[in-house]
């Protein structure tokens, strides 16, 4: 079963400007993990400090594996530079 999985980020106000190519630069890893079938990075029209990225995982498994992978010192990013605060992340399925 595939897996969406939303991460909600509020950008620091210093680095609104370059945060989509930062987030770009960092999701180029997530882009080739295994099991990643794509990423969108989606800005509020009506507050460029809040940024979703959308992410399509062929599995809760793979997603899982990517959520692990990210956490060890080899798989870490320089996302948090950017944020004001910790990311949000919810995990959906489409309902059967």
Same mark, same amino acid.
């Given at each position: 079963? +595939?897996?969406?999985?939303?991460?909600?980020?509020?950008?620091?106000p210093a680095?609104?400007?370059?945060?989509v190519?930062?987030?770009?630069?960092?999701?180029?890893?997530?882009?080739?993990?295994?099991?990643c079938?794509?990423?969108?990075?989606?800005?509020?029209?009506?507050?460029?400090a809040?940024?979703?990225?959308?992410?399509?995982?062929?599995?809760?498994?793979?997603?899982?594996?990517?959520?692990?992978?990210?956490?060890?010192?080899?798989?870490?990013?320089?996302?948090? +530079?950017?944020?004001?605060?910790?990311?949000?992340? +919810?995990?959906?399925?489409?309902?059967?």
């Amino acid at each position: 079963m +595939t897996v969406t999985s939303l991460l909600e980020l509020r950008i620091a106000p210093a680095a609104v400007d370059g945060a989509v190519d930062h987030i770009n630069r960092v999701l180029e890893v997530t882009r080739a993990f295994d099991g990643c079938l794509g990423t969108d990075v989606i800005v509020d029209v009506t507050d460029p400090a809040h940024i979703v990225l959308v992410e399509r995982w062929e599995s809760l498994e793979h997603d899982d594996a990517y959520r692990a992978f990210r956490a060890t010192p080899e798989g870490a990013s320089d996302l948090g +530079t950017i944020l004001a605060g910790p990311p949000t992340l +919810t995990r959906y399925r489409v309902a059967e």
